[in-house]
């Protein structure tokens, strides 16, 4: 894509995002109806899958759907199981044939779009009925891991076994339990400061020295396989673990504004998705009085070291709190528009029209610029001719400043990461420390 090209697709993108940030762009899902025990909210989202121009809403008090602004629901009260644990969904995926399935705290339950079947020890050959997490591989299995020491393969109506303790490989991690596949078909769990995956043939376990982590407790709490099998993990002390290409890249609250401080007992990075061009969508809650909820994102085109944008959520009030704001994202999806779901852990469903991916196709057709660089308080322009009104533009996209150029631009109070700066006709790249 040459210069042209570029200009016209990055102000084409910002157009229509500063004309949505004007439209209000949130919309929020948030049910109406409902008792005392949250019979039919959506309240407490684990996860949220989007297909077919249909949104699946995995929550605490059962499986929701979202089609063209109605909002169906299924429990305990209207599928024929009323057993209401069965309806405790901890995680969710979607198969090849567009089947959900649903690990919950009474089985595993497969939704067809027309019915529904449980999988328990009754009727299966599951050794237990509470389970953590699910996925779907590219060798058409489900796999799943409960809360005790077993991980299940299923396949059509075959169920194989893998009894952890037998095998004497370490059990999942179970406060952020949580299971993967790759690209390759290989499945992946957490053990603490363990890695596991199975290649197929065998389980292999990670030296306990693989994970950078602070030797005085801090283990990994979640994890995520990236499309081009990267790692990236949250651990317990809130930090940011990447390792790609053979490297591990870390961020804390000390080198990435937005990334929280850890607080023992307490829990601000919720989720972690990635868009479909390989961006990474980080969830981090908000506090109250001090920080909006938000999503970190780090953008795949641009250097590693220099990496986050910020999207900061809409305040969408709470039952509990005084503070619109003391919610986090604890799901995140993209549908086939380009549309940006986001689950809260209070009730709610967000849904932002126009989700900016990144506007630099190739770093190499931006024009580098001729002054200092990265910048911290100020940008000064070098030129001989009178520059005018500039605009200076997030990696996502977004406008953040328009200004008239006097002698130097105020950045001070950006956030940390890659801008963008338009000058006339040209596009200038420049880091903000």
Request: hydrophobic share 40%.
């Amino acid at each position: 894509m040459n210069l042209f090209k570029l200009i016209t697709v990055f102000f084409c993108i910002v157009f229509l995002i500063n004309e949505l940030q004007s439209q209000s762009d949130w919309k929020l899902y948030k049910s109406t109806y409902g008792d005392l025990q949250m019979n039919d909210t959506l309240f407490n989202i684990r996860k949220i899958i989007t297909t077919k121009n249909q949104v699946y809403v995995a929550t605490a008090y059962g499986l929701a759907t979202i089609k063209d602004d109605v909002i169906g629901w299924f429990n305990w009260n209207n599928t024929g199981l009323t057993n209401k644990i069965t309806w405790n969904i901890m995680d969710m995926c979607i198969d090849k044939d567009d089947n959900i399935w649903c690990a919950t705290n009474y089985g595993l339950l497969k939704y067809d779009g027309s019915q529904f079947t449980i999988y328990t020890n009754a009727n299966s050959g599951l050794k237990t009925n509470s389970f953590t997490g699910i996925t779907f591989n590219s060798n058409n299995s489900i796999w799943c891991t409960d809360m005790g020491k077993y991980i299940y393969k299923m396949e059509d109506t075959t169920i194989q076994v893998f009894d952890l303790l037998a095998l004497n490989i370490p059990l999942p991690y179970i406060q952020g339990s949580f299971i993967q596949a790759d690209k390759q078909g290989n499945i992946w769990y957490s053990s603490g400061k363990l890695l596991v995956h199975y290649d197929g043939v065998q389980w292999i376990v990670s030296d306990s020295n693989f994970v950078p982590l602070d030797p005085t407790g801090e283990v990994i709490r979640k994890f995520y396989i990236t499309k081009d099998n990267s790692i990236v993990i949250i651990t317990s002390k809130e930090n940011v673990l990447i390792f790609r290409n053979g490297i591990w890249y870390e961020y804390s609250h000390e080198n990435i504004t937005g990334l929280p401080e850890y607080e023992p007992g307490k829990k601000y990075i919720f989720t972690i998705f990635e868009d479909k061009i390989g961006n990474l969508l980080v969830g981090v809650a908000g506090v109250y009085q001090k920080e909006k909820p938000k999503i970190l994102v780090l953008d795949k085109n641009i250097n590693i070291n220099n990496l986050w944008s910020s999207i900061d959520l809409p305040p969408i009030g709470t039952t509990d709190s005084s503070d619109p704001n003391i919610y986090a994202p604890s799901a995140i999806a993209i549908d086939d528009d380009n549309k940006l779901w986001v689950g809260t852990n209070v009730e709610g469903v967000l849904l932002f029209n126009q989700y900016p991916t990144s506007v630099v196709e190739n770093e190499s057709n931006v024009t580098q610029l001729v002054f200092q660089n990265p910048v911290k308080n100020y940008l000064t322009l070098d030129s001989y001719q009178e520059i005018g009104d500039i605009e200076i533009f997030s990696a996502l996209g977004i406008k953040v400043i328009e200004t008239d150029y006097k002698d130097r631009i105020d950045v001070s109070g950006l956030s940390a990461g890659v801008y963008f700066v338009k000058v006339g006709d040209k596009i200038y790249k420049f880091v903000k420390f």
